[in-house]
């Protein structure tokens, strides 16, 4: 194996970011984990990342063989990432000053939404770095589902279809990423890797559900449902608390359920106004006191929460890929999810748990109750579920298909001279090109 040095942009989400957060999950999670396997096979990885708070360090060594960099891009404070675009020009004009500055050689360029590619894009026309992308979402996919509600620019569409054109590799995470990418954008399906996210089994593993339900403070007793991650209306929580309602009310099934997630460690509808909005619908549900919302929490507790719950529920209407269900199922809890995006193809029907349609409280209470009314069905689902994740997602195999992509990138593109000293006039719009292009 060729040790390579890489360049991995993430302008938004920082490997060093907690999850929970409204512009923090799945990427930084991707981000982090990706970087730590390719680095313990070899290869030294640098990740850009936008500096949003004034005491982080221009440079963080996050692991053995990856560095984070802070880039001063607009403000140092958190910033949504639908108001990022206009501080690109920034981050651009740095990257291109470290790398021409250090000469450092890189032999390739990974970037992480559609921002870090426009990034990636201009230091491929300057300096002649190959770079593949992984979008995480899609801009026209998600204007679909959301239509006025996303609040992205327009110039978004434009920018992910020139990286679409010039990126020497995209990353589709699922076969409904692939599907969109070719039929929204012309992709063309030998440019396309289907490479999925993971899980890391040394996090998350089976533990004694007693255990875990005592060092959370939790009961003994009585079936746990568990939604865990971003506090957005896209995740489709308000669905879960209804579902939760006629569970209780037409099957007489005690439950509850447990939220995870937020600005703030507690509960804050101030910070995360998602919660006041889901802690209402729970209200006028008659379930909020069946509903304990428990704000944030850092990944080292999150396997207490997988394993004290009988069954993780993910149903969003819009879901790219959805890292959350692997690592549930990764702790043996069945995962009832939204035939949406990636779940749809980690989530296996009958299986490992069940697939449902978005925005079906009806249902899903149908689902929770096949499961949680069948302790045997229940734990036959989470042996089936340890298996299939263990088998086919963990983070480490999911490194190595993404070397090997890089090779294949490497070994195929035409040789191009770096221009590590001259300017290179970009054909951007010039609302998006930088002072030296």
Request: with cysteine.
């Amino acid at each position: 194996m060729t040790r390579r040095r890489l360049l991995w942009i993430s302008e938004h989400a920082s490997p060093l970011a907690l999850l929970g957060g409204a512009d923090s999950g799945g990427q930084n999670v991707y981000v982090a984990q990706i970087a730590r396997h390719l680095a313990s096979i070899g290869h030294q990885v640098d990740i850009l990342t936008r500096r949003d708070s004034p005491e982080l360090p221009t440079c963080v060594h996050f692991d053995e063989g990856v560095r984070v960099i802070h880039v001063p891009a607009g403000p140092p404070e958190p910033v949504r990432k639908e108001d990022l675009l206009p501080h690109m020009r920034a981050f651009t004009a740095f990257a291109l000053r470290h790398v021409r500055r250090e000469r450092a050689r890189y032999d390739l360029v990974h970037a992480n939404f559609f921002m870090s590619s426009l990034v990636a894009a201009d230091l491929k026309r300057a300096v002649g770095i190959p770079f593949v992308v992984t979008f995480h979402a899609l801009g026209r996919v998600r204007r679909l589902h959301q239509g006025d509600a996303d609040s992205f620019p327009e110039e978004r569409l434009a920018i992910e279809d020139r990286v679409v054109a010039e990126a020497d590799r995209v990353i589709a995470e699922c076969a409904q990423d692939e599907q969109d990418l070719g039929v929204h954008y012309g992709a063309h399906r030998k440019r396309i890797a289907t490479i999925p996210c993971g899980f890391d089994p040394s996090e998350f593993w089976p533990m004694d559900q007693g255990v875990a339900r005592a060092r959370l403070g939790l009961p003994d007793d009585g079936p746990i449902i568990l939604q865990l991650g971003r506090m957005v209306p896209r995740k489709g929580v308000d669905n879960v608390i209804r579902g939760l309602a006629r569970l209780r009310k037409k099957q007489g099934i005690a439950a509850r359920l447990l939220i995870v997630g937020g600005e703030s460690r507690e509960p804050d509808p101030v910070r995360t106004p998602e919660i006041g909005r889901l802690q209402a619908i729970a209200q006028e549900a008659g379930v909020a006191d069946a509903v304990t919302f428990t704000g944030s929490r850092g990944r080292l507790e999150l396997r207490d929460y997988y394993n004290a719950a009988d069954v993780f529920v993910s149903t969003p209407w819009y879901e790219p890929f959805g890292i959350t269900p692997l690592e549930a199922m990764a702790c043996g809890t069945p995962v009832i999810g939204s035939a949406v995006g990636g779940i749809k193809s980690t989530v296996i029907d009958g299986e490992t748990g069940f697939l449902v349609p978005p925005n079906r409280p009806d249902v899903l209470a149908a689902r929770l109750g096949d499961v949680l009314g069948d302790p045997s069905r229940r734990r036959a689902l989470g042996e089936q579920a340890i298996r299939h994740v263990n088998d086919r997602y963990t983070w480490e195999s999911v490194a190595r298909s993404v070397a090997e992509l890089y090779e294949k990138v490497l070994s195929t593109r035409r040789t191009v001279r770096p221009n590590l000293g001259r300017r290179t006039r970009s054909t951007l719009p010039r609302t998006l090109v930088h002072p030296d292009f």
